[in-house]
């Protein structure tokens, strides 16, 4: 193993853990059948809403599961070409 594939990995695990942990904090709520009905959200957290925790959990969450695919697209780029064995 090469340095390039242990940092990779802990990188990879560390994004993991953190996408388990963003998910299980961000709240789920079902507004399928309330904004069916009629509910808005023209509320003061409705106007707001990218300054919510919601919001900041959900940002997080994009921006983690962003680094974990690039993480693992570069390794696996990287394997395909430094794992050859050189003939």
Do not use: C, W
């Amino acid at each position: 193993m090469t340095a390039v594939n242990i940092i990779s990995g802990i990188i990879l695990v560390i994004a993991s853990v953190a996408i388990i942990l963003s998910v299980l904090f961000s709240d789920t709520h079902n507004s399928g059948l309330n904004s069916a009905i009629g509910g808005s959200q023209d509320s003061f957290f409705g106007r707001n809403g990218g300054n919510t925790r919601e919001a900041k959990i959900n940002r997080a969450t994009t921006i983690i599961v962003i680094v974990f695919f690039v993480v693992a697209l570069i390794v696996n780029v990287l394997s395909a070409y430094i794992g050859k064995p050189v003939a």
